[in-house]
């Protein structure tokens, strides 16, 4: 069986507790996610989503394991990883679309100035940047502005791999739902391969073709994947309708508010990957019951 595009194998954190000993924050973590796969990961703050986040930008080494993407490891950053962090991590001295052709420039230095232009107003018209705001600063956009600033700014650098830490996570929910319908649609034109935090249930329903769902830490583990079995397109006013919707959030909220905890702070038994146990929930797939069973479920 071929490996998936990106790979984490038996990935392991550790640190210092202070009084001599190590704390184990996540131990033994194995999934993976395929070329053009938009994967969300959902888990209670401490669980390490964001070191596993940091990890695969190459920002932060596990104390054990290995990423592979495309077959090679993952060793400090790249542009191939583009990240989209909550903070927008602009540069407050740069227009917009400065912001932007900074980093197409540097990942096609044989492009002309023209070029890059070009290429930058594209992605920022995709997020509905255009005219005179695409040369403001930072400052000078409100904070929905600016997320489209650092969206367009980490398609247009055509990465590999697309780091999404929580990127709405700041935004009000008008705001945050057109941005999300937005990343949407670049994303089912460009194929690109995403690996998202939030803790948002519905953010991660209406965006994910998977979720990971993380027990609590210490000793925290991927300890699902639950497929979305609600076909794309998708948007948020017609998703709810969908016989799928409440079935697969009831069980992410069950995870999240229960199971999650009762997993917490016990190693796993053996050393070694502990991949997550896969769930796939779709009443769509239900034979229909027979006349009689339904007069019965009725009058019962």
């Known amino acids: 069986m071929p490996s998936p595009y990106l790979s984490i194998e038996n990935l392991t954190q550790r640190y210092p507790d202070g009084q001599g000993g190590e704390m184990t ?19 209670h703050s401490g669980c390490g989503k964001s070191t596993i986040m940091n990890i695969l930008a190459g920002l932060a080494a596990p104390t054990s394991g290995v990423v592979k993407m495309d077959g ?11 990240v989209v962090f909550q903070n927008y ?6 227009s917009a679309l400065r912001n932007v052709t900074f980093g197409v420039a540097a990942r096609h230095r044989d492009w002309t100035k023209a070029q890059v232009i070009e290429e930058s107003r594209k992605y920022l018209a995709m997020v509905g940047l255009e005219g005179d705001t695409i040369h403001r600063k930072p400052s000078q956009l409100s904070g929905g502005m600016r997320q489209r600033v650092s969206i367009a700014r980490a398609f247009a650098n055509h990465p590999k791999l697309l780091l999404l830490d929580e990127p709405f996570g700041a935004l009000d929910a008008l705001t945050r739902g057109t941005i999300q319908d937005e990343l949407l649609k670049i994303w089912s034109g460009t194929e690109q391969t995403v690996f998202m935090i939030t803790h948002d249930i519905d953010e991660a329903i209406l965006l994910a073709d998977r979720i990971l769902l993380m027990s ?15 076909p794309r397109p998708r948007n948020r006013t017609d998703i709810v309708e969908h016989p799928n919707y409440y079935p697969i959030r009831n069980h992410l909220v069950q995870f999240l508010g229960q199971r999650s905890r009762e997993m917490a702070g016990t190693p796993q038994d053996g050393t070694g990957p502990t991949r997550p146990e896969t769930v796939r929930i779709d009443k769509t797939a239900e034979p229909e019951p027979e006349p009689a069973a339904r007069l019965r479920a009725v009058n019962d």
Do not use: M, Q
């Open 25 to 43: 924050v996540f131990e033994n973590a194995s999934f993976g996610v395929e070329k053009g796969e938009f994967v969300v990961i959902l888990g």
């Open 72 to 82: 090679f490891a993952v060793s400090g950053p790249s542009l191939d990883r583009g």
């Open 89 to 94: 991590s602009l540069l407050p001295w740069l």
């Open 216 to 230: 609590n830490g210490p000793f925290a583990r991927v300890a699902e994947s639950v497929e979305i079995t609600i």
